[in-house]
């Protein structure tokens, strides 16, 4: 089911693509969602297990390690107050020879001074050192509390389970090890086929808190066994995260932890070799195959965000430039006034008009229109009578989307969020108690 | 009580003023809280009616009219999608011979397109010819729900009412007549003694949701019986309101409505010329005057923010700049998980040096610093061993303060927020129900 779901929006995927980017005849390449998640692109291997730095004893440690060295790529939040795993992969990537992505959660490991930075080379060595790679081949994250230091003596302690525990099945132990205030682990994946060349591109994120990617994201691990040069995976990744974690807000919080990796092994024999001639078609493919998977992993944040009660998507149209059409769906998508009538199931077109005004982008003063649920809410500028209970109905849905129609030009963008609930402001009054 | 609070306050305000701007000597000038509001100062009559424009048959009209000729001078939200009454008080002011400011609740008539403006118009005619006054010289205000038309009949039917009930002691029922989902009317009124001359400023304000101001405020009316020109009544106002209420949030929505007008009748014989020769003394007592007024309203309108159980104060000091002393100080006001530790009474001091982090402010890599009700909690960019029991039931306080140092330069800045509660969810969830 949750297959079938994913090709759906697969399709739809592939239409906006072929509008947005002069991508080569469709008929060559297929994108075609797969189970699993970090641990379906071949020869890759990952773990999750229990550390116990959260108190809550459950698992806090995840490793994927790929059999052959790796190119890798990132991209990092840009809060100025950042976490030591943040800082050293931005400094290590984009790389080749990568081996391991490694991830505790329970504790961020954040604002923690230069006992932090000690800490996390302390772990990617110790990782190393079990792996029998070099320190400089394991990427590292973290997520949690921020201002609390890594139990350096229980990850030195659970290191060699987590090594033993390594398998070309573990994807699923891997994300769900990640898991903080998430509900529900989340994975996506796709094959993609090019004529008779076909690759795997997987990966897992997690939420749910703390969640307004500027120029980066949450915690996101992508594997591929395509092969493509570092270089190019990092224009790939950073300009597929721009269209997707960074249109993605569940509070307005952007975190100091914030971090989106993609290892690409070469496993599958396919090389992505850059816009060279012969090689457009192939870097296509894998853009698309990576949008589709970044794009599924984003809704599926939105709708596990904390206290959630549904799934929000903004699509902005008739913009001036895509930046004004992403700053007026961002606008919305982080309004608490419209969130919380979201929340209320409350037609009030009002408060999502108001966002758009102080998002900064240009509108019509005779065109700009608002569809909710697909009913016209407000038309040029003017109020539209409209059945409010039927709205109302709607807005019911795990998944509502709001149309805004700028009027001034062509380009668009698509925000996601969720709901503001009374669950929000429990988790977060009690986070740590 | 009130007064003696306000005191205080005026106090600790001459003392920051003191330091920022080159002040004459003090000795010369008393800022004093006085009663009232809107009709605290002499030659000023107000009243405050039901109209029928709210549903809960709560006074929803009210207006301020001054006896003599007065000077005007206000600042209007930067929301693109901006009410009718705010437009047409931007295009009016700063003027002189302005007599009256009229306010509805109840309904914002923002995005109400030809038809609103024309209401607005209306609105301004017949409470001019029911005063015998020019249209021009009525300003005016609305707030409520977006969307909706002002019921224009109920208004007509309104207006001799509300002139006949015109009294001056008549500021409490302005300030309760312009309220929406604030609990408590706001007022604030101070004496301004230099030598031997003495002038009065007070004022009232309507909080409490969409409350975000950005160069401009939220619905603030202010008198004076001091006489000042409009043009320098326009400086010292954009002056004061952007180290006053720019520095406000609730929850980070700029409203569409967002207005502060000014007005200044010259009633008790003092005219504030300017910086010329002599003025000088006089301009800088009345600026702090009417910081006072403003700094005062802006804690009313944080402590009975949308939902809120507290008011939280937040000074950056240590700044490279103004500017950045403000975002930083605004960026934790505006941060929902901070706001929401805040509620929880959770000593989370890591959400603030995240919101720090993303604000753009630059701040020291061996002397950013937080303190949380006078507790040092995070010291030269390090965690501090700290009495959590202690600072839990400290922030269990009506009143919160945070102390960050950049540690960067000498700049600061306050900014005021409230904790944010099931009851800001509740409240906007249900606003229109």
């Known amino acids: ?62 490793v994927v390690v790929s059999d052959r060295a790796a190119s890798a790529a990132g991209t990092f939040t840009r809060n100025a107050i950042r976490a030591s ?54 990427l590292t994250a973290s997520t949690g509390v921020i201002g609390k230091f890594l139990p350096m003596d229980k990850i030195a302690a659970a290191v060699p389970n987590l090594v033993k525990a390594l398998s070309p099945t573990g994807g699923g132990a891997f994300a769900q090890a990640i898991m903080t205030t998430d509900l529900a ?86 090389e992505i070799k850059g816009h060279v001639a012969g090689g457009k078609e192939l870097v296509a493919a894998f853009e698309e195959g990576l949008f589709t998977v970044c794009n599924d992993l984003c809704k599926q944040i939105a709708a596990d965000g904390e206290g959630a ?3 929000v998507e903004i699509n902005v149209t008739g913009a001036r430039s895509e930046a004004e059409a ?12 419209t969130k919380c009538a979201l929340f209320g199931n409350d037609p009030n077109w009002g408060r999502i008009a108001c966002a758009v005004g102080y998002s900064g982008a240009k509108f019509s003063d005779t065109r ?35 149309d805004i129609d700028l009027g001034v030009g062509k380009k668009s963008a698509t925000a996601h969020t969720c709901d503001f609930s009374y669950d929000y402001v429990k988790i977060n009054a009690e986070y740590r108690t």
Do not use: W
Not at 26 to 47: E, H, I, L, P
Not at 94 to 102: D, K, Q
Not at 380 to 390: I, R, S, W
């Open 85 to 138: 795993s943040v800082t050293r992969c931005e400094n290590l990537l984009p790389a080749s020879g990568v081996r391991a992505m490694l991830c505790n959660s329970g504790c961020a490991n954040a604002c923690t001074g230069k006992q932090g930075v000690k800490d996390t080379d302390a772990t990617a060595a110790l990782v190393a050192k079990a792996l029998n790679i070099t320190p400089k081949s394991v």
């Open 368 to 402: 700009m229109s608002i569809k909710l649920c697909g009913i016209e809410v407000f038309k040029n500028l003017q109020p539209v009578k409209f059945d409010e209970k039927k709205a109302h109905t709607l807005m019911k849905k795990k998944v509502v989307v709001i």
């Open 309 to 311: 009660t549904k799934r």
């Open 326 to 337: 992403k700053a007026a769906a961002k606008a919305v998508a982080t309004s608490n006034l």
């Open 1 to 62: 089911m949750h297959i079938k779901k994913i090709a759906a929006r697969a399709k739809t995927t592939l239409v906006t693509r072929l509008r947005q980017v002069q991508a080569p005849k469709a008929a060559t390449t297929a994108v075609a969602a797969v189970k699993g998640g970090v641990t379906a692109a071949q020869g890759y291997r990952a773990a999750g297990v229990k550390a116990g730095i959260k108190a809550s004893k459950k698992p806090d440690l995840a």
């Open 185 to 270: 682990k989340k994975e996506s994946a796709v094959k993609v086929t090019v004529g008779r060349r076909s690759f795997t591109i997987g990966g897992t994120v997690k939420g749910s808190g703390m969640i307004h990617p500027n120029m980066a994201t949450m915690l996101c691990f992508i594997t591929t066994d395509a092969a493509v040069t570092p270089a190019v995976l990092n224009g790939i990744v950073k300009g597929v995260v721009d269209r997707t974690f960074n249109n993605l807000t569940v509070d307005g919080d952007t975190s100091t932890n914030d971090m989106a990796l993609v290892m690409a092994n070469g496993a599958s024999g396919v």
